[in-house]
């Protein structure tokens, strides 16, 4: 591995290309424009190749030269790598040849795929000196920080909408991180937090740690294309809520293209919305490529910001690949949930019923066509929203301790299922 | 009672460091104006070469969007608060 090398050469506005340097910042002063880490790609293609990553432990971190820390990664060293299951099972349900899920339900260690975002935007924060850290969140963030930061023995503080599952919220505190409940949804715990980051010497990860944080995201799409042989899919089905995960997954093919660590071959990349929030969706499918903000109400409280910070980003790659998006609502959701469930034995948080509901519809509409190849992106995992779908799942069939009536209950069913 | 502006990090260094600047203007485009009167160079942060606010800028009326109420044209009254804030990545 590259020790203590850095590829990173400085940050830089993704709307005026103006240079900063590679400190805690994250919009651009002329135009409030996001701003992104500058790789020297010339130094990455002589310490990247597929050999040398193969010969490196199986973490998000074997692809580190691509990921925006100065030396080795210092908090979450274990995170990533989770299972592509190819979904046969699903696949035929679904009608298309070829499918598979990328599963990072089983992320190490809070079980979703902001562990990967969190372990980059934390290493960074250790390197720039900060010893307290926190975050705005829909609640897997929050359980990301909070887990990361305790291992790392850094202070933390999330903020979160008060009426979050309630999965979500133990699985903060139980780390002994702050966890403030704000009286509103996201977007209101987001301008708050954008207000305290301005305030307070913090490592805000997705405030002014952001450019760091966000090329975590890379390494799904990386993990993608070395797990499926060192290739692009031909589509990429992502759940959106601010929409930077699709950009990096995106990204993170144009980059594997460009260092030739993958044939260039065509791909599209497709957005998946809950109707109760789809400001990105509702763009793509009337043709525009601005959004209008909405306020949420949806049952995928992950998806649910109605200002998505990188909803123009996810627009035009979605034009630019020749991706399409759609929306489910919540009954949908629900369905999708129970589809993965059924189909792979993959209990999926409620954005994952979404991102099989929308591949469903895709599917149907012939727009990812029956005879090609497609990966979901599942990114969080079931038992953190069961009350989404606790009433929804059957009961169980209580008896007695007995042969009998074990016995007398499948009669009984078996003759339900005759009648 | 005026309008207070709640200025972010990345526009103070126009406005000598101030976290809070009074207008009173009576409605955001208004008090855009009014901010570069004072504070030249600020507007063309805020607003793009048509005039309309920057799509990473947030503006916000008592914790309201203005997207959601009358954008540059919504109503400013004496003891209002703005709040002016760059878009951030979700949750």
Not at chain 1, 90 to 103: M, V, Y
Not at chain 2, 36 to 56: A, H, K, M, N, W
Request: aromatic share 8%.
């Amino acid at each position: 591995m590259a020790n203590e090398k850095s590829f990173m050469k400085a940050l830089k506005c993704r709307e005026c290309g103006h240079e900063y340097p590679l400190t805690a910042t994250h919009v651009c002063e002329f135009d409030f424009g996001p701003l992104e880490v500058v790789y020297d790609y010339e130094a990455i293609r002589g310490s990247l190749t597929r050999a040398s990553i193969e010969s490196r432990p199986q973490t998000m971190w074997r692809y580190r030269e691509l990921l925006p820390v100065a030396g080795e990664p210092t908090v979450g060293t274990q995170v990533g790598f989770t299972p592509l299951v190819k979904a046969d099972r699903l696949a035929k349900r679904l009608g298309i040849r070829e499918l598979w899920i990328k599963n990072d339900a089983v992320n190490y260690p809070t079980l979703s795929f902001k562990d990967r975002v969190v372990s980059v935007a934390l290493s960074r924060a250790v390197e720039l000196g900060f010893t307290t850290v926190a975050c705005a969140s829909t609640g897997n963030l929050a359980n990301s920080v909070a887990a990361n930061a305790a291992s790392a023995g850094l202070k933390a503080y999330v903020f979160i909408p008060a009426d979050l599952e309630q999965g979500k919220v133990v699985n903060s505190l139980v780390y002994g991180a702050n966890v403030i409940g704000i009286k509103g949804h996201y977007d209101e715990v987001n301008r708050l937090c954008a207000e305290i980051a301005g305030k307070y010497g913090w490592a805000f990860v997705n405030v002014n740690m952001r450019p760091y944080y966000a090329e975590g995201s890379k390494s799904l799409g990386f993990e993608v294309q070395e797990q499926l042989g060192w290739r692009i899919p031909q589509h990429t089905v992502i759940p959106m809520a601010s929409g930077s995960l699709l950009t990096k997954i995106h990204k993170s093919y144009q980059e594997f293209s460009k260092l030739g660590l993958v044939p260039n071959t065509k791909w599209k990349v497709h957005g998946a919305q809950a109707t109760g929030c789809n400001p990105i969706s509702a763009a793509q499918k009337a043709g525009l490529d601005f959004f209008k903000p909405v306020k949420p109400n949806t049952i995928a409280k992950s998806l649910a910001i109605g200002t998505p910070a990188d909803g123009f980003y996810s627009l035009r790659v979605m034009k630019d690949t020749g991706g399409h998006c759609d929306d489910v609502t919540d009954d949908e959701i629900r369905e999708g949930i129970r589809l993965l469930a059924d189909c792979e034995g993959i209990f999926a948080e409620t954005a994952g019923g979404v991102t099989v509901g929308v591949a469903k519809k895709l599917i149907a509409s012939g727009k990812i066509p029956a005879e090609d190849s497609a990966v979901l992106c599942i990114t969080g995992n079931g038992l953190k929203t069961l009350d989404a779908v606790a009433n929804h799942v059957g009961q169980t069939r209580e008896i007695r301790p007995s042969l009998r009536e074990f016995e007398g209950l499948l009669e009984a069913e078996g003759a339900a299922c005759k009648a | 009672m005026p309008v207070n502006i709640r200025i972010p990090t990345p526009l103070r260094k126009l406005t000598n460091n101030e976290e809070v600047v009074e207008v009173t203007a009576t409605t955001i485009g208004g008090a855009i104006n009014e901010l570069q009167t004072r504070y030249p160079g600020i507007q063309e942060r805020l607003l793009d070469e048509s005039g309309t606010v920057r799509r990473f800028v947030n503006v916000y009326v008592n914790e309201e969007d203005i997207r959601f109420l009358q954008n540059k044209e919504t109503p400013l009254k004496d003891g209002d608060e703005v709040s002016i804030i760059p878009a951030i990545a979700g949750g």
